[in-house]
């Protein structure tokens, strides 16, 4: 379009010229002594045309000879850093299909030529790790950090995953930490950063950096609560095996308040203070615990705890079936409870009261083991039959009893009914049965 338009400009101004021209000719005399030149003012305009053009040309090209030896070099490096374009691009492709030793090659071949040597270092320095020349790598690594040193959270960033694809934990976790102080903020250090500490199961590095990790939202929040409930699980379970009587409490409360609510960690605190026998603690950890949100979990747990005043902790799990007057698990408990406070009939009401809202092994097995201290055998035969036919697919045949001896039966029952995972046993099996008439009085 532009050149259009320059050709109608010129062909009209071209127009305007030669009719002038024809109107009037002009006229131009030259003497020089004894010679003189006359002629049209249009042929001499034509002329003097024509010598510039002649003149322009030939000062181009001396001007263009003159810079030959310049324009060389400037096509030479143009060539070279083409050429060095498509050995990257060439040694990328080499990376993709797993010939590490060609792509290496082809990477720091005309790297002096790079337009981005950084690029060319790195992909190097993978190339050169997958060939098990650690060495090489590194030299790659500190040739990448020399060629553009701004980009010194980019060549650490690979340098750790180089390192850790090595199981250098050590020196990744050095990388690491160093790139930390210098990004504090890069949300892939410190998802590499998470990621190495659980590798070294070091829970307190890990507490320290749960902050940032939040802030930053480094991960989702679901993935935020596993990971605090893993760290401080590991933490309450160090502090547990503390010869600090007071390490375990501490640990629990510098815990997160959202975290502390946390059903799972709840249970993992509990099993420890179980372990260590602080009953007491571990009676109002579950309370609050419990009155704060239901959870039958909780509860559960809540009538295998002995406190120091059971019949108080009675009066406060009896006080929970005003609203939850046909939950097994609590009605479970209270049977419990009721047995440690010795309370023999209402302990019988509770479980048979659980089993008849919802039938389980673990009601059977108390119910069992209390009929049998209160010397009802036969009834405490089948309250164990009944609690291994829920355990198990296979059903006891109805026969067995006639099979077996009576002591023998209730001796192979005594043994299964203690289920695996009971925290707290009834110890009603291996206690020596009391008196059948105070059995029956209190009954």
Same mark, same amino acid.
């Given at each position: 379009m532009k050149?259009?338009?320059?050709?109608?400009?010129?062909?009209?101004?071209?127009?305007?010229?030669?009719? &002038?021209?024809?109107q009037?000719?002009?006229?131009?005399?030259?003497?020089?002594?004894q010679w003189?030149?006359?002629?049209?003012?249009?042929?001499? /305009?034509?002329?003097?045309?024509l010598?510039?053009?002649?003149l322009?040309?030939?000062?181009?090209v001396?001007a263009r000879?003159?810079n030959?030896?310049?324009?060389?070099?400037?096509w030479?490096?143009?060539r /070279?850093?083409?050429? /060095?374009?498509q050995?990257?691009?060439?040694?990328?492709?080499?990376?993709?299909e797993?010939?590490?030793?060609?792509?290496?090659?082809?990477l720091?071949?005309?790297?002096?030529?790079?337009?981005?040597p950084?690029l060319n270092?790195?992909?190097?320095?993978?190339?050169a790790q997958?060939?098990?020349?650690?060495?090489?790598?590194? !030299?790659?690594?500190q040739q990448?950090?020399d060629?553009?040193?701004?980009?010194?959270?980019?060549?650490?960033?690979?340098?750790?995953?180089?390192?850790?694809?090595h199981?250098?934990?050590?020196?990744?976790?050095a990388?690491?930490q160093?790139?930390?102080?210098?990004a504090p903020r890069?949300? !892939?250090?410190l998802?590499?950063?998470k990621d190495l500490?659980e590798?070294?199961e070091?829970?307190?590095?890990?507490?320290?950096?749960?902050?940032d990790? &939040?802030?930053?939202?480094?991960?989702?929040q679901?993935?935020?609560?596993a990971?605090?409930?893993?760290?401080?699980?590991?933490?309450?379970?160090?502090a547990?095996?503390? /010869? @600090?009587?007071k390490?375990?409490g501490?640990?629990?409360?510098r815990?997160?308040?959202?975290?502390?609510?946390?059903?799972?960690?709840?249970?993992?605190?509990a099993?420890?203070?179980? &372990?260590r026998?602080?009953?007491?603690?571990?009676?109002?950890l579950l309370?609050?615990?419990?009155?704060?949100?239901?959870?039958?979990?909780?509860?559960?747990?809540?009538?295998?705890?002995t406190?120091?005043?059971?019949?108080?902790q009675?009066?406060?799990?009896?006080?929970?079936l005003e609203?939850?007057?046909?939950?097994?698990i609590?009605?479970?408990?209270?049977?419990?409870?009721?047995?440690?406070?010795?309370?023999?009939?209402k302990?019988?009401?509770?479980?048979?009261?659980?089993?008849?809202?919802q039938?389980?092994?673990?009601?059977y097995?108390?119910?069992?083991?209390l009929?049998?201290?209160m010397?009802?055998s036969?009834?405490?035969?089948?309250h164990?039959k009944?609690?291994?036919?829920l355990?198990? @697919?296979?059903?006891?045949?109805?026969?067995?009893?006639?099979?077996?001896?009576?002591?023998?039966?209730e001796?192979s029952?005594k043994?299964?009914?203690?289920?695996?995972?009971?925290?707290?046993?009834?110890?009603?099996?291996?206690?020596?049965?009391?008196?059948?008439?105070?059995?029956?009085?209190?009954?």
């Open positions: 050149t259009l338009v320059v050709s109608l400009v010129v062909l009209v101004m071209s127009v305007f010229v030669a009719l &002038a021209i024809k009037d000719n002009g006229y131009v005399l030259i003497g020089y002594k003189t030149i006359e002629g049209s003012l249009a042929f001499f /305009a034509f002329l003097n045309l010598l510039f053009g002649v322009y040309l030939l000062v181009k001396i000879l003159w030959l030896p310049r324009n060389l070099n400037v030479h490096d143009t /070279a850093v083409q050429r /060095a374009r050995e990257l691009t060439q040694g990328l492709i080499e990376m993709s797993g010939r590490w030793k060609s792509a290496e090659k082809n720091v071949r005309h790297v002096a030529r790079s337009e981005t950084l270092f790195l992909a190097a320095a993978r190339s997958h060939q098990g020349a650690y060495e090489r790598r590194d !030299h790659y690594l990448a950090h060629s553009m040193p701004a980009a010194d959270v980019a060549v650490g960033l690979t340098q750790a995953e180089l390192q850790l694809g199981a250098q934990m050590e020196q990744a976790l990388t690491l160093h790139l930390r102080s210098i890069h949300t !892939h250090v998802r590499l950063l500490y590798k070294l070091d829970w307190g590095g890990l507490e320290q950096l749960l902050p990790l &939040a802030k930053r939202r480094v991960v989702d679901a993935e935020m609560t990971l605090g409930v893993k760290v401080y699980l590991n933490l309450l379970g160090a547990s095996e503390a /010869a @600090d009587s390490a375990l501490a640990t629990w409360e815990i997160p308040l959202s975290l502390r609510r946390n059903v799972e960690l709840i249970k993992g605190y099993s420890f203070l179980k &372990a026998g602080e009953e007491d603690r571990l009676e109002k309370r609050s615990a419990i009155r704060r949100r239901w959870n039958d979990a909780l509860v559960e747990l809540y009538g295998r705890v406190a120091s005043d059971i019949v108080a009675l009066s406060t799990a009896e006080g929970w609203e939850n007057p046909r939950n097994p609590l009605l479970l408990a209270l049977g419990r409870l009721s047995v440690k406070n010795r309370l023999w009939g302990a019988r009401s509770y479980f048979e009261a659980s089993i008849g809202s039938p389980t092994a673990a009601a097995r108390e119910l069992g083991a009929v049998e201290k010397g009802e036969a009834l405490a035969v089948r164990y009944s609690a291994l036919d355990i198990s @697919d296979i059903p006891l045949p109805e026969e067995l009893p006639d099979i077996l001896g009576q002591g023998q039966l001796g029952y043994q299964r009914a203690v289920h695996p995972t009971d925290v707290n046993p009834p110890r009603l099996l291996v206690e020596r049965r009391a008196p059948k008439s105070r059995l029956q009085e209190q009954r």
